[in-house]
């Protein structure tokens, strides 16, 4: 399956481990890009007390990005997702040339309410973007198991968490999605793992684990 051990924390390149994978063998995908774009377009950069904790994050460039969803592409075994996280300046800018070249379709979004006020020069930064995106054949029947989750999310990270994993994502929306889409033993992969909490999620249902994270020096 894998050169690397399943259910632990790798620190290897993210490409390096989704091209260690075979065809068609993760039943589900994490990805949140450490893209530059919003912070290029509004010249916030790294600098600065509200950006320190970005200075650690490999930022990626949009190529980087786009050779990732290839990878992840590859890998997925038909009909299953890639839960792709985004910013606002990416969802209105779109995303959709990221998947040119993939089996990939977008197919639903949910909207992340972090409930506390980030950077902007006009409205304040309070969400992000999770696109659900499945490799085809395209179907839900069979492929989404949970019929409650809201396309919007209320979920506050702690304060502590935050400041050791600026990036951290919503656990109990990204425990809720592995339940929808794996089963018992299915292989759910994130090759950008920040804090491992998709890691976190796994062990608690019984789904494997194959992630890394890739820390500046």
Known sequence: MSLYDLNTKLTID???????????????CFFDPQYRGVLDKMHYGNEGERQKGRSVLVQMSESTIIHFIQEISRVLKPSRYLMLWIDKFHLCEGVRPWL?????EI??????DKMKMGMGYRTRKQSEYLLIVQKKPIKAKGTWKLHNIR???S???PQNELKTHPHSKP?????TLIESCTNIGDLVCDPAAGSFSVLECCKELG???IGTNL???
Do not use: A
Request: charge should be negative; proline fraction near 0%.
């Open 14 to 28: 993210g490409l390096e481990l989704l091209q260690s994978l075979g065809d068609c063998s993760i039943d589900l």
């Open 100 to 104: 040119d070249s993939t089996s990939l």
């Open 107 to 112: 197919v639903d979004l949910i909207t992340w």
């Open 151 to 153: 396309d919007v999310c």
């Open 155 to 157: 979920e506050k990270i």
């Open 171 to 175: 656990k109990t929306l990204q425990k």
């Open 207 to 209: 789904r494997n684990f």
């Open 215 to 217: 820390e500046s020096s």
